[in-house]
């Protein structure tokens, strides 16, 4: 029997969004995964200039938002071990959860841009491989990451940023069908992103 093919999908969700759903979605898909695990990272040290919503907002709104699709499922280990995330981390920890699995990171193209600047980068390669997806605003490119570690793949374009869903919510603007229904009104509920980032 062959190896189990699991998604990985690494991302602040604050909040999740329909970009990040159909990315997920389409990679599903096109690699024939059994299962896409989106996983909240904890404190996101690319981020420290900005206060990110507490962990535990951000992992219930990727289950609302991803509880209807039989293929998704949220992991809680970024957001339960302590400190800033690593990816290197949460591979690691993912391959002890699915020992025998073949991992798939997925990254949008503004993410892929950064892997070089990551902890580790070259270690990453080795526990996964990776797939870059199309986002509205970036080039997709896999220059100088290592030859045959990364696959490139076109998505429906999404033009959707969790800073523009925080930032229409601080101005009283909609973000109906931006994000699942149930997001929206988990937001409204805990009175998050009301104040300009
Ligand atoms: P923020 O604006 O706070 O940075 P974001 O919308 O970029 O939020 P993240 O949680 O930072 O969302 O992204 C998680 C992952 O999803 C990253 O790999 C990112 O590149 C990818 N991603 C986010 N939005 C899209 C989109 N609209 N299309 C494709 N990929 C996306
Ligand atoms: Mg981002």
């Not at 759903?21 to 024939?32: H, I, M, N, T």
């Amino acid at each position: 029997m062959s190896n189990r093919r699991i998604g990985v999908m690494g991302g602040t969700f604050d909040p999740v969004h329909h970009g990040h759903l159909v990315a997920a979605s389409e990679v599903q898909a096109r690699f024939d995964l059994d299962e896409v695990v989106f996983v909240p990272t904890g404190q996101p040290w690319q981020k420290s200039e900005r206060a990110v919503s507490a962990a535990e907002d951000r992992y219930l709104m990727t289950v609302i938002a991803t509880a209807s699709n039989p293929r998704f499922s949220v992991s809680r280990v970024d957001i339960d071990r302590p400190g800033p995330t690593y990816t290197v981390d949460t591979l690691t920890d993912l391959k002890v959860k699915y020992p025998d699995a073949d991992l798939f990171f997925i990254t949008g193209a503004d993410a892929l841009e950064q892997i070089l600047s990551w902890r580790r980068a070259d270690d990453v390669f080795g526990l996964a491989h990776f797939i870059g997806v199309t986002r509205p605003g970036y080039e997709l490119v896999d220059t100088h990451l290592p030859p045959g570690a990364v696959s490139l793949v076109e998505v429906p374009a999404m033009a959707i940023s969790s800073t523009a869903v925080r930032a229409r919510t601080a101005s009283g603007l909609p973000v109906w069908y931006l994000v699942p229904d149930g997001v929206v009104q988990y937001i409204s509920k805990r009175r998050l992103y009301s104040m300009p980032d």
